[in-house]
């Protein structure tokens, strides 16, 4: 999916959720426009505030407006918890996954790896980003790929502690396991979920 202008983006959603938005620069370029733009307040409607959120959560992932609407209809379709669900269909894409595990810096980067064949679950190669990982999934770099320079400094440069805990990680095989369903924690997340199901609801 083309995003296009990342820090644009970020910054008229008012949030750095893209990695390169992820900088003091950005910060403190936030700042700046927060005193320089000094517009009469005016109180935001629900229905911008709602459509923000769901802006922040398709441009974290890098779906498109079909695919979220997708994930939404199921979550709401299938739970009476439908925020738990939502998040949780989202962090177990393969190609989030891949981030998660620290194969990659990115998520875009993770998509580009999945969609180059570098990833086999449970043995088998898999190159669509959007594959849904389940529970005792084993996630892996593919034997021809090891040597590849994508992954040739990931043992000096892995960060063990980025691996949340419902995923295992072994550094030594580049493989991975999903060993509970994701879980949604508020602080980590750069959007509101609710708002996003209050928008589609409408």
């Known amino acids: 999916m083309i995003i296009g202008p990342k820090y644009k983006i970020a910054k008229r959603l008012g949030a750095p959720i893209f990695a390169k938005t992820q900088t003091a620069k950005f910060a403190l370029s936030e700042q700046r426009s927060g005193r320089t733009n000094r517009k009469r ?8 505030r709602q459509l923000i959120e769901k802006q922040k959560m398709r441009f974290t992932y890098g779906i498109s407006e079909k695919q979220l609407r997708r994930y939404v209809d199921e979550a709401t379709a299938k739970s009476h918890q439908p925020v738990t669900l939502l998040v949780g269909r989202l962090e177990s894409r393969l190609d989030n996954v891949i981030f998660r595990l620290g194969l990659a810096k990115t998520r875009q980067a993770a998509r580009q790896i999945v969609a180059h064949g570098h990833i086999d679950v449970n043995g088998k190669r898999v190159k669509v980003p959007s594959h849904k990982v389940r529970v005792g999934d084993t996630v892996a ?14 043992v000096d ?8 805990n419902w995923l295992g990680f072994d550094l030594k095989k580049l493989s ?7 879980t949604y924690e508020p602080s980590e997340t750069q959007f509101d979920p609710q708002q996003v199901l209050e928008y589609y609801s409408r």
Request: charged share 25%; net charge negative; glycine share 8%.
């Open 41 to 48: 307040p005016g109180q935001m409607s629900d229905y911008k």
């Open 176 to 182: 991975g396991e999903m060993k509970d369903m994701p």
């Open 157 to 164: 440069t892995h960060e063990a502690a980025g691996v949340p």
């Open 141 to 154: 770099v593919r034997a021809r790929s090891v040597e590849s320079p994508l992954f040739a400094t990931l």
